[in-house]
C-alpha cells in the first residue's frame, strides 16, 4: 500500500485484524477505538434520498461506528420534512444495540398556557412531554432546532424541562435557528442558568464562534477552506468557564471549524478533549463524511482519541 494512503485508521484496523482476528466489513477500515456518532438522522431530508435505519447500519459497519444517537428534527424551521421522534425510538427497537434515540419537542407545542398559569406551568407541560419519551428510551434532546432567540422564554422551558429530567441537548446555532449574536450572550445566559444541563454544540453560529473575529455574517455560512483563525474565540472562553458546554464535531460545522487552520484547530482539541464529540450528521446516503480522514490527519494523542471518538458520549449519555 502506498505510504501516502495508508492512514492510522488503516493501520489500526490491519493490526487488529492481525491480532485479534477482527474482520473489516466489505472494504472498510475498521479503527480499534470504536466510535460513537453523537449525529446522525432518519429520513428524507433531501427528496429521493431517504436514509433507512438499515442504511444508517451500513455506514455504520462501513466505518466502525459502534453506536451512533439518531436526532430528529420537528420544528418548522428544522427541515423540508420533519423526522420524527417516534422514528428514531422505532430504529431503536430493532437495533438497541446500536441505535441512541434522542427526541425533539418544539416548546411552542406545550398545550399547557404559561402565560395564564406561570412559567412553572410552562415548565411542567413540556416535563409531561418529554418524560413520555425519556420511558421509551430517548437520552437527550435534540436536534434542537427552532426559529426563536436561543434564550427565548420558551426555550427556557425547554431548557428547564431538560434540566430536571436530566436530559442532555443537542442544539443548532445559526442566524435563523436558535439564533444568538457575537459572543454568544444568550448561550452564556443558558450555561449560567442551568450549569449542570450538558449542552451540546452544533451549526454555523455556534462553530463560526472559535475565532475571534466572528462576525454575524459568518453565522449563516461556513468558512471557505482554507483561512486563518484569529486567537480569543467565544468557544474558548465559554468551554474554558462552563464544563457543560460541548463541541458536536460533526460536518460542516465543526469540520470545517478545525480544518480552517489546522494548527489552531488541534490546539483547540487538545485544549477541550473533554468537551468534544464526534459526529458525522449523516442524513443520506453516499454522503461524503470528511471527519475521518481530518481527525486521523492531526495525529491525536490515543488518550484525546479516546476521548473525543467515544468516552465523553458515554460519560455524558450514562452508558459507560
Not at 12 to 21: D, E, K, Q, R, V
Not at 76 to 91: D, G, H, L, R, S
Not at 288 to 310: A, C, G, H, M, T
Amino acid at each position: 500500500m502506498a505510504r501516502a494512503s495508508f492512514s492510522r485508521r488503516c493501520f489500526l484496523s490491519t493490526t487488529a485484524t492481525i491480532c485479534t482476528g477482527t474482520p473489516l466489513v466489505g472494504s472498510a477500515k475498521i479503527p480499534s477505538i470504536q466510535y460513537i456518532d453523537i449525529h446522525t438522522h432518519l429520513g428524507a431530508f433531501y427528496p429521493d434520498r431517504e436514509l433507512t435505519a438499515e442504511g444508517l447500519i451500513r455506514f455504520m459497519d462501513e466505518h466502525g461506528v459502534e453506536r451512533s444517537v439518531v436526532l430528529p428534527l420537528i420544528s418548522p424551521e428544522a427541515a423540508p420534512v420533519p423526522q420524527t421522534t417516534q422514528t428514531a425510538i422505532q430504529a431503536y427497537r430493532k437495533h438497541p444495540e446500536r441505535i441512541i434515540p434522542f427526541c425533539a419537542v418544539d416548546p411552542r407545542c406545550s398545550t399547557t398556557n404559561s402565560r395564564r398559569y406561570g412559567h412553572v406551568a410552562g415548565v411542567r407541560g413540556i416535563v409531561d412531554i418529554l418524560r413520555r419519551y425519556q420511558d421509551e428510551g430517548c437520552r437527550g434532546l435534540g436536534e434542537h432546532k427552532t426559529g426563536l432567540y436561543f434564550d427565548a422564554p420558551h426555550n427556557m422551558y425547554l431548557y428547564e424541562a431538560c434540566a430536571k429530567l436530566d436530559l442532555p441537548i443537542l442544539f443548532h446555532l445559526d442566524d435563523i435557528r436558535n439564533t444568538d449574536t457575537p459572543g454568544l450572550p444568550r448561550l452564556e445566559n443558558v450555561l449560567r442558568h442551568f450549569p449542570t444541563l450538558p449542552m451540546i454544540g452544533h451549526a454555523a453560529g455556534f462553530w463560526a464562534s472559535i475565532s475571534g473575529d466572528a462576525t454575524f455574517a459568518d453565522f449563516g455560512r461556513y468558512p471557505k477552506i482554507p483561512t486563518i483563525t484569529a486567537p480569543g474565540g467565544t468557544l474558548d472562553r465559554l468551554m474554558t468557564r462552563y464544563p457543560n458546554l460541548y463541541g458536536d464535531l460533526s460536518e460542516p460545522g465543526g469540520e470545517k471549524a478545525i480544518a480552517r487552520d489546522i494548527t489552531f484547530g488541534r490546539a483547540f482539541i487538545l485544549r477541550h478533549a473533554d468537551q468534544l464529540l464526534f459526529g458525522t450528521d449523516v442524513l443520506m446516503p453516499n454522503q461524503n463524511i470528511p471527519q475521518f480522514e481530518l481527525l486521523d490527519s492531526l495525529n491525536l494523542p490515543i488518550e484525546v482519541q479516546r476521548k473525543i471518538y467515544r468516552d465523553n458520549a458515554l460519560r455524558i449519555l450514562k452508558l459507560a
